[in-house]
């Protein structure tokens, strides 16, 4: 399998677009690579490839091909998805295409709420947008569950940092209250409301000016991220839905109230969000006279390929040439922190994925 070009960084590895070699054919995927240690046993791309797994029936996650561990680094690949919604900074989307990524979202985390997993990292990074298929056409999946655990332990709380990212995590997370699904529906909130705005009162367009708060909060406090943290938690408690969403269809900040006032052990009423948007949807194309003719702007590019996951059997294995390993000291690398768990009945085997032999060679 040898590589082309970098799709990501992330806090865990690279991502990368790699071609797949299967009976004299080869197909676009995805390799995201994390260093581990040999002696790790429960890892942080296994975590995450069973994750994967356990919601394959969902077409808004990301087809999973393969898990892969070598002797400092494990891999996973899967299917390659186009750009993220954090990767096209300047645009605002119409609010046509903002109403259809909010249902697909919608079925995405009840997918995964369902299986009794919070994926805690609701972010513009971790949300694509992929190409139609033969037979699949154009959606948005959501990726990167790094960060995911089960929703029995986050309900139980007892955790005393943030979890997720600073920009869209909710606001019961910054007081460091126990999460339930709501964490996430509130994280889908502030994205809906940032590509519909182009910003939000604690979040720029551009970073600039979160780095001058950095550096200024640095040299008054020494606590820098500390504290820009808690005054974003506090500019998310003064903003309600209602006051974010003036001049937009109030669905979007009604989500944010909704999603706020849910307790870690409340079940989203996912059916009654879903009729809401596809209700304020029809209205508001009645009111623009203007319904959306052909889908999304973004991503014209169509793969004609079938998706290996459904057709195929055995992944052909490449010759191991290991040929540039990034070697570090620190002995715990890739291990999952206690509170990233999974649910009791979850399954713990790898059974629908392939074991990956990866070639790390360059591609010519
Ligand atoms: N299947 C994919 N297809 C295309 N691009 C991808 C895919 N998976 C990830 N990426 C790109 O790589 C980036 C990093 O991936 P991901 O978020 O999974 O990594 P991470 O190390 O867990 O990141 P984070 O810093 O968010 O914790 C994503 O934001 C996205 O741009
Ligand atoms: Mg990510």
């Known amino acids: 399998m040898p590589r082309r070009g970098r799709l990501g960084t992330g806090s865990m590895g690279d991502v990368w677009a790699v071609k797949l070699h299967y009976e004299g054919s080869m197909f676009d995927a995805a390799l995201k690579e994390s260093r581990v240690c040999g002696h790790v046993v429960n890892t942080n791309l296994k975590h995450e490839a069973l994750i994967l797994q356990a919601l394959q029936h969902n077409r808004h996650i990301p087809r999973l091909y393969a898990y892969g561990r ?11 998805c186009g750009p993220s919604l954090a990767q096209d900074k300047s645009r605002i989307m119409p ?16 997918a995964i709420h369902h299986v009794g997993i919070l994926h805690a990292d609701v972010t513009p990074g971790n949300i694509l947008l992929c190409p139609a298929k033969l037979g699949v056409p154009q959606r948005f999946v959501i990726c990167d569950f790094s960060l995911s655990r089960s929703l029995a332990t986050s309900a139980r709380g007892g955790v005393n940092h943030l979890i997720g ?3 869209w995590a909710s606001v019961r997370s910054h007081q460091h209250q126990a999460l339930g699904p709501g964490h996430d529906l509130e994280g889908l909130a502030y994205i809906l409301l940032y590509v519909l705005k182009g910003w939000l009162p604690w979040k720029p367009i551009d970073d600039a000016s979160v780095g001058e708060l950095f550096t200024s909060e640095w040299a008054t406090s020494g606590k820098p991220l500390q504290s820009i943290r808690e005054k974003i938690g506090r500019t998310k408690e003064a903003w309600s839905g209602e006051m974010l969403s ?72 490449p010759s191991d040439s290991l040929t540039h390993f990034r070697l570090g000291n620190d002995w715990w690398q890739g291990e999952l922190p206690a509170e990233i768990d999974l649910p009791n009945a979850f399954n713990y085997v790898l059974d629908s994925a392939w074991n990956l032999h990866v070639d790390v060679s360059w591609a010519a």
């Open 70 to 80: 070598q002797k400092h680094f494990e891999y996973i690949a899967m299917e390659q």
């Open 246 to 317: 003036s001049g937009l269809p109030p669905v979007f900040g009604d989500l944010l109230d909704y999603a706020r006032r849910l307790g870690p052990n409340d079940v989203p009423a996912y059916d009654m969000l879903r009729q809401r948007f596809q209700h304020d949807r029809t209205e508001s194309q009645i009111e623009e006279d203007n319904p959306p003719t052909s889908g999304f702007p973004w991503g014209s590019k169509n793969i004609t390929q079938d998706d290996p996951f459904i057709t195929w059997e055995q992944i052909e294995v």
């Open 95 to 110: 609010v046509s295409e903002v109403f259809e990524l909010a249902l697909q979202l919608l079925d995405a985390l009840e």
């Open 165 to 167: 990212s600073m920009h």
